[in-house]
Nanobody, 123 residues
C-alpha cells in the first residue's frame, strides 16, 4: 500500500552525526504517523523515535536528547537527525508509517515498512 524508502545511512565515528531520510510518495502525507526503528542481527526491531499525525513525538530512552524526528511536508519526507552517535547505535534503521497513527514505538502498530538503511558507528 505504502512503501517508505530510507536513505542517509553510512559509517561514522563515535560522536559524529547522521541524518536519515524516509520518503513516501503519497498524496495524504500529513495524515500519517511515523516511526523509526532499528534492528541488529538476531534481534527484533527496536523503536527509536516516533511522530504521530497530530505532531506528538516519542523517543526511546537511548535516543532521547541525541536524536530528533522531524517531517518536511513539502518534500513528503521524514527525517531522523542523530547526534553524538555511539557504537551501540549501530544497526539497520527502518522507517515505518501508518495512516492516522499516533506516536508509537511498537512494531506491531505499523504496517508499512521501508527496506532499511545501515548505520555503523565505530569507536
Amino acid at each position: 500500500q505504502v512503501q517508505p524508502v530510507e536513505s542517509g545511512g553510512g559509517s561514522v565515528q563515535a560522536g559524529g552525526s547522521l541524518r536519515l531520510s524516509c520518503a513516501v510518495a503519497v498524496s495524504d502525507y500529513r495524515s500519517y504517523g511515523w516511526g523509526w526503528f532499528r534492528q541488529v542481527p538476531g534481534k527484533g526491531r527496536e523503536g527509536v523515535a516516533a511522530r504521530g499525525y497530530d505532531g506528538g513525538t516519542i523517543y526511546a530512552d537511548s535516543a532521547k536528547g541525541r536524536f530528533t524526528i522531524s517531517k518536511d511536508n513539502a518534500k513528503s519526507t521524514l527525517y531522523l537527525e542523530m547526534n553524538s552517535l555511539k557504537p551501540e547505535d549501530t544497526a539497520m534503521y527502518y522507517c515505518a508509517a501508518r495512516r492516522w497513527g499516533l506516536a508509537s514505538l511498537l512494531e506491531i502498530d505499523f504496517s508499512n515498512w521501508g527496506q532499511g538503511t545501515q548505520v555503523t558507528v565505530s569507536s
